[in-house]
């Protein structure tokens, strides 16, 4: 699962990948440099479901994030970069909200919403140029040979064409199965589910909470898209304390959580994943799967082998193995339940994958 952040110069997002991933390595996105890391996901039901193993190691779920160079028409006319981009699975766009006169503007002013709109501007061009190149191909073939499938290919093209030059990004659009499958391969860019992080002065701390509904609020109905406000400047001076610490500094700054939390949690909820648990002395591990994910697919997850000779899944909610204290307590008191393979997997379901 990978994530880029993106956004205009000087809007904090490359404090914010640091803050996400600590740790990074260079990569690049055609001829310019970016930077990749993972990010931990936290999660406090992991933590209390590796206290009933005590296992030799315990793995969270993580994510990848990509510091993307700033978006600007240059860097949209790099295929290359573009093509770095259109593999991501989410965007992580930041959105500047503080005020710094030591940190110039790229658009002379902070308004966010118009620094929203500018991109999407960028993005929506990007993928509008991909639909009529494509278009002119079809157009092409389409004399030479009689064919279903091209003439269903270009009417589904048309129809996305009109919402661009409207102005309108795809992540709006309801499309069925059958459409997301045919456009799947062109990854536009305005398509990606967006989570709008708004970075915060210090002076709008206390206010992290009420500022997210006041921009959702201005933002109107937007599908996949969703709102995390951050303070950047804080949480990078934070990350670099000991947790008890930075959790009594940031407690004193009003801020009701760290940012690693918020964004992650945001990130999972905005491409609809959920996390299940396996347990054992060896290993605790999350795993994360989307949605109505079955317990055949999750085993599939954990292993092919799982998959393919799945017999039953023994599942129980975290909470209650937790409150029997061991496994065989749960199952002495009948609290694990024996599921098939078209059980739909639960957010923290704890599975033990029975198999040939």
């Not at 989570?195 to 109905?221: C, K, Q, Y």
Request: charged share 30%; glycine share 6%; aromatic share 6%.
């Amino acid at each position: 699962m990978r994530t880029a952040i993106i956004g205009l110069p000087q809007t904090g997002k490359t404090s914010l990948f640091s803050i996400l991933t600590g740790a990074q390595q260079s990569t690049r996105l055609g001829t310019l440099v970016a930077r990749v890391g993972v990010a931990r996901v936290p999660d406090p039901r992991l933590d209390a479901v590796a206290a009933i193993f005590r296992p030799a190691k315990v793995t969270h779920a993580t994510i990848e994030y990509v510091d993307a160079p700033s978006i600007s028409r240059e860097a949209l006319r790099d295929p290359s970069y573009l093509a770095g981009l259109r593999i991501v699975d989410a965007f992580a766009h930041v959105l500047r909200f503080f005020r710094d006169e030591r940190v110039p503007h790229e658009l002379g002013s902070v308004d966010p919403l118009r620094d929203l709109a500018h991109v999407e501007t960028e993005l929506i061009l990007s993928d509008l140029a991909v639909i009529e190149k494509r278009l002119e191909r079809l157009e092409k073939d389409r004399k030479k040979l009689k064919s279903q499938e091209l003439d269903q290919e270009a009417a589904l093209l048309e129809r996305l064409k009109a919402p661009l030059e409207a102005g309108r990004p795809l992540r709006e659009l309801d499309l069925c199965e059958e459409e997301q499958r045919r456009i799947r391969g062109f990854q536009f860019l305005s398509q990606k589910p967006t989570l709008l992080v708004l970075n915060l002065g210090e002076e709008d701390a206390p206010r992290l909470h009420e500022i997210e509904v006041e921009f959702r609020g201005r933002l109107g109905e937007r599908p996949r898209t969703a709102v995390a406000a951050v303070c950047g400047k804080i949480e990078a001076e934070l990350s670099e304390l000991p947790a008890e610490e930075a959790q009594q500094y940031r407690a004193s700054f009003g801020l009701p959580d760290a940012a690693l939390q918020r964004i992650v949690a945001a990130t999972l909820s905005l491409l609809g994943l959920i996390s299940f648990f396996t347990g054992s002395q060896p290993e605790v591990r999350a795993w994360t799967v989307p949605r109505n994910t079955t317990a055949l697919k999750a085993a599939g997850t954990i292993h092919s082998d799982f998959e393919e000779r799945f017999i039953r899944a023994e599942v129980i909610p975290w909470q209650a193995l937790v409150e029997a204290g061991s496994l065989a307590a749960a199952r002495e008191r009948g609290l694990l339940r024996l599921e098939g393979k078209d059980y739909v997997v639960q957010d923290g379901d704890v599975l033990q994958i029975r198999h040939g």
